[in-house]
């Protein structure tokens, strides 16, 4: 029989009225889904016409609607390869020195951590952008387009933060006696940090990171609001316009989205499993060390 320590087992009577509540919700949500289908047909937009320039090769936006929405992709994916690139290399440069400096040393790193982890994404991208425009700054030299770089900037700052945050939380978690018997062998507070503790925290708050490589490609979208920069959802929207077919255009983009995002959540997965065999076989090595007297 399982046990639970956060609550008691159900009864019968809590199972019964449980089951109850589902098949409430269930029909409630079946209710709801069927009536927004039966509104969407009403409305024509099941017709075939809207339908056919992205699932039938033989029209003659076809070809052109799944070209543009390559170059999308491709732009979104460039984009949030540069941001999660900078990103980790920032956030690990700030998270060291967030731990590693002493009082007065902290306090630029922390206020520049508390102002862009307090700011929504997308008032940093707008920040970027116009920080660019009104100062007139030249980036032309950096390849690629310059909305290209506000939003892998803006991304940047953002993130980058948060990961010097998972990262501090990662080696506040490590036991405190790693440290202190790195530095009674010797070694450097700057060693005893690149050797012995960032690996670790690398290693614990692994899937934490995985999912906020998730979140900086999902915000790359944001770029469609402020228009600068086209990458698959702003495709998306001008294929709508010119289609008139949004919630086609829009139904086909956000599957994609999700097709990736998926794939990067199944690799957080992966990693969180193959990491907890790795410290499951970690423990059994120490117990069989432990069980077998030294010679």
Known sequence: MSTSVLYDAPGPRARRRSR?????????????????????VDRGQFDYELWAPWIDPSTDEFPLVWGLVGDGLRATLVAAALAIAFSLVVGVALGTARMMLGRAGRVPVIAFIELFRGLPVVI?????WRFFEELDLDISALPGEDGLWYVVIGLTLYNSVIIAEILRAG??????????????????????????LLPQAFRVMLPALVSQLVVILKDTSLAA???????LLRRGN???????????????????????????????VWLERRLSRSRGSDAAVKAAEQAVPAT
């Not at 080696?171 to 012995?196: F, K, Y």
């Not at 316009?241 to 959540?265: E, H, K, M, T």
């Open 238 to 268: 001008l294929i709508a316009q010119n289609l008139d077919n949004p919630i086609q255009s829009l139904f086909v983009v956000g599957s994609i989205f999700i097709l990736i995002n998926y794939a990067l959540s199944r690799v957080a």
């Open 20 to 40: 109850i509540g589902t098949a409430i919700a269930l029909l409630v949500l079946g209710t709801l889904v069927m009536l927004a289908v039966l509104r969407l």
């Open 225 to 231: 609001l402020l228009a600068f920069y086209t990458e």
């Open 124 to 128: 940093t991208l707008v920040i970027v």
């Open 171 to 196: 080696v506040a978690s490590l036991p405190r006696g790693q440290g202190e018997a790195a530095m009674a062998v010797g070694m450097t507070r700057w060693q005893v940090m690149r050797t012995v």
